[in-house]
């Protein structure tokens, strides 16, 4: 395995971008598009927040062992029970085996009944001390399942927002697609640090697809409770499962409530 490829990026102390990307072509160009997980290491213990695809499997194990440096891994946090999120749980156990997974798992011991035992349910509101930080799980205000969970980490200021806040990039895409693209070299670059901000048209792309429901429905409360989380929870960076990691998060969250927007009012508008 390509050594570069088994280092996760650091993005603060004790936090580590995780996963790989997924590769297609579109209109005759390489396109990428993430499913990424977070490893945020107290003291005391470490918590992965989702796992990262199956087909990453190998990768995500040698970015942990890299990442750890010979520390257990003590808790997964599946976001919500998909398989870019909890695809790989039966493997992190298996190398892990005195980790817990937590989270809503309400339904989760029907997805993994040998794991049964090893289950540990958080709801919003609830937290985990990992020493010297700490991980507050917080409802999902963006979703598209009834257990997603949020988190936001003390220590760095990180807000993970699963299949929340993801964008595009400037670059062909069929119409059909419903990913966050964006071009090969670009995977571990900050939103801050690609050639060009998103715009408000990219992220309504990727959300009117990957999030069909919220072209019927008026999100404006739940920006409104997202800014009441920031206000709360100060936040440096933002980190969804599906895009690159966002270090202007007053400006993604302007472009992302505009988005939203956009796509529920293109649905009300005569065609």
């Known amino acids: 395995m390509n050594t570069e490829a088994t280092r996760p990026r650091q993005m603060a102390e004790g936090v580590f971008w995780l996963g790989g990307c997924l590769s297609a072509f579109s209109s005759g160009h390489e396109v990428h598009y993430h499913v990424s997980a977070y490893l945020v290491m107290g003291s005391r213990a470490s918590i992965l927040v989702d796992t990262g695809d199956p087909g990453h499997a190998l990768l995500v194990l040698a970015q942990l062992e890299h990442a750890l440096g010979g520390r257990p891994l003590d808790y997964v946090f599946p976001t919500h029970p998909e398989i870019p999120h909890a695809g790989n749980l039966p493997m992190l156990l298996a190398a892990y085996p005195d980790a817990r997974i937590v989270g809503d798992t309400r339904d989760y011991h029907l997805h993994f009944p040998e794991f049964d035992g090893r289950l540990e349910r958080r709801s919003a509101g609830d937290s985990l001390d990992l020493g010297g930080r700490e991980i507050r799980f917080l409802p999902a205000h963006i979703r598209d399942l009834e257990n997603t969970l949020w988190a936001h980490d003390s220590g760095s200021g990180t807000l993970f927002v699963s299949d929340g806040f993801s964008f595009i990039h400037d670059i062909p895409q069929p119409e059909e697609d419903d990913e966050p693209v964006h071009l090969p070299g670009q995977c571990r670059l ?42 709360q929870l100060p936040t440096s960076f933002i980190a969804p499962a599906h895009g690159n ?27």
């Not at 990219?202 to 009117?208: K, L, V």
Request: hydrophobic fraction near 35%; glycine fraction near 8%; avoid cysteine.
């Open 190 to 231: 900050f939103s801050g640090e690609m050639p060009e901000p998103p715009s408000v048209e990219q992220a309504a792309y990727g959300t009117g697809r990957a999030l069909y429901w919220t072209r019927f429905v008026d999100v404006t409360s739940a920006f409104t409770d997202i800014e009441d989380t920031l206000e």
């Open 245 to 271: 990691v966002i270090d202007d998060v007053d400006g993604m969250l302007r472009t992302s409530l505009a988005a939203h927007r956009r796509v529920y009012g293109a649905e009300r508008s005569p065609q």
